[in-house]
């Protein structure tokens, strides 16, 4: 910043730029429905542009300080930031998916840059003696509450007005923050020289194609009935070779795009396996959309405003985090512990509680639950993976973090719940139907009662008929739903059980207290 702008001030500025990117997105999630209605298209090409953007943030950040290193700091805030407004209007107006889709990538991509500026600005404010777990203690809670909000917020903006008025409204915020870089940011001359032959290309396109073909198997699986599709047969055919390629190349070259030592390293390994089971547990939210949507019938706005209640629980996360890393009195296994017994406690509750009758506010507490176990385990882990790990391999576990925790986790688990659910759902079907005949008396009741309702509204017999048979048909799918909805729970609390009791033996460290381990340009 300028050195007249107080202390004050500045700070104010860094958070105002910042405050777009955390809820910038290509596709967003809280719209999708209105999106794909206005379109014509499926929701699936929704959910490809936001996994899309994630994947374009994972390709970014090996290069993001080679490249940062050729900018100013204004210069570099000005660019993308004016970058990505083009790119925000062209998602608000175009109506071409494809386009959405691109765009969505190019957004996650621009975003990566200015997530690093901002990580390295904000070491010295949340953490002037550079310890990382304290560092993470505040900067998840903000990256994580800003998609909840920019969610919460998309789906508001979708009902009452239109879906384009999210992109209008980060587009206002970016203006802002434009006009405050100009006005207190110091400009600072410096020949932009970005190193083109540092930058492997090659292997950039090749990891980005491998990502998203992956992300398109899994979200569009089931729409298009899996290897039935042509793209889908050819893209897992192209899969295992861009990945011999990738890995063949990263070996071979002098300067690889990303090491692959990161990947002989135990701890990264455990970690990586245990972000990707949290993001698996975490993906269960969309069986509660799923729930509040065809059960107990509630509208998207507050469907997609229960994610807010996340937030107070990374902010609890975050505290016990700060807390226990610092003053490390107990062992590190029994913070791993604690945040799956939140999982079990939050499937627990979710089994036992959902019913037809069950009311919205009943799942205020378990959702908060998800946020504190999810915030707790996603710290502790940013810490343990760089335990150890060379100072030089920061950058390349980072790539590996984002892509796996951010990219394939959620599109893998996403596709794993949605197709166990439909497979239950019309087993569950199946299972019903056989019984509800007119010899069954608490089916023939049902029938009865929709027979004469429809009748006494002055239908015809024959119409009346048909409309008793839809409203029973239409129990049945409800019921058939519930069935699979706590089928998979109970699956899944089984499991976060297990889990959490291993987790409380597993030795992560031979000791009690352990190294405080420093920040750096990989926390993501």
Known sequence: VRQWVPDWLGLISIFIVILPVTMLNGSYTGSMLEVSNTLGTNSEDITMGYYAASAGMAIAYPIIPKVLAAFSVKSLLLIDLVLQFFLSWVCARTQNADILIVCSFAV?????????????YAQKIFSPKNVRSEFYAYFYPIVFSGGQISMALTSQLAYYYQWQYMYYFTILLMLIAIIFILLFFRYAKRPMRIPYKEIDGRSMFIIAATLLFSIYIFTYGKTLDWFSSPKIRIYTIAIPILIYLFIHRQRTQEKPYVSLKPLHHHKSIIGYTFMVLVMFFSASSSLITNYLNSIIR?????ANSLSLVLIPGFIVGAIICFWWFRWQRWRFRYLISGGMFCYVIYLVILYFGITPYSTYEMLYFPVFLRGLGMMTLFIAFGV?????????????????LISLRSVLAPAISASFFSNLLYYLQIKGMNTLSEHMTLTNP?????????MNSALAQGHGYDEASQLAANNFY???????????????????????????????????????KVAVVKTGDDMV
């Open 108 to 120: 996650g991509f621009l975003k990566g840059f200015l997530m690093l500026w901002f990580i390295r």
């Open 384 to 400: 343990y993976v760089v335990e150890d790990l060379d100072p030089k391999l920061m950058l390349s576990n980072a790539f590996f």
């Open 442 to 450: 608490l089916a023939s009741s049902h029938y009865a009662q929709a």
């Open 298 to 302: 509630v509208d998207s706005v507050h």
């Open 474 to 512: 239409s129990t049945l799918q409800q019921q058939s739903l519930l069935l699979g909805i706590k089928t998979v729970i109970g699956y899944l609390l089984i499991a976060a059980l297990v889990i959490a009791v291993v987790s409380a033996f597993i030795p992560f460290h031979k000791t009690l």
